[in-house]
């Protein structure tokens, strides 16, 4: 098992930024990786990016491209998420989610979710 424990939402403005945390722990998932995903009110959960541990390559959705970097500590068990930039349209509840075999944009492939947190963006 591979347990998540996110924080660092909060209520923000426009333009400004915001990083979360995702702390891992139990087994690795050093040959695996992380994703993050988002879901507002009223809407599917829908995927943001991910990055896979061991190397460190990442991905992302094009709406969020260019604006968010998502990167990962190794020592600290922990993976991040670098909101720059952010949009009333970015306000969510958002998840980290991680996979002992790979890493990819379908929140099917990922086993084991954190709790979540908000984040509130005003105009």
């Known amino acids: 098992q591979v347990q998540l424990v996110e924080s660092g939402g909060g209520l923000v403005q426009a333009g400004d930024s915001l990083r979360l945390s995702c702390v891992t722990s139990?087994?690795?998932?050093?040959?695996?990786?992380m994703g993050w995903f988002r879901q507002a009110p009223g809407k599917e959960r829908e995927f943001v990016g991910a990055?896979?541990?061991?190397?460190?390559?990442?991905i992302y959705a094009n709406s969020v491209k260019g604006r968010f970097v998502i990167s990962r500590d190794n020592a600290a068990n922990t993976g991040y998420l670098e909101m720059n930039s952010l949009k009333p349209e970015d306000a969510a509840i958002y998840y980290c989610?991680?996979?002992?075999?790979?890493?990819?944009?379908?929140?099917?492939?990922?086993?084991?979710w954190g709790q979540g947190t908000q984040v509130t963006v005003s105009s």
């Open positions: 139990g087994r690795s998932i050093s040959y695996g990786g």
């Open positions: 990055i896979r541990w061991s190397s460190g390559n990442t």
């Open positions: 989610a991680a996979s002992e075999f790979g890493s990819s944009s379908l929140s099917v492939d990922y086993p084991y």
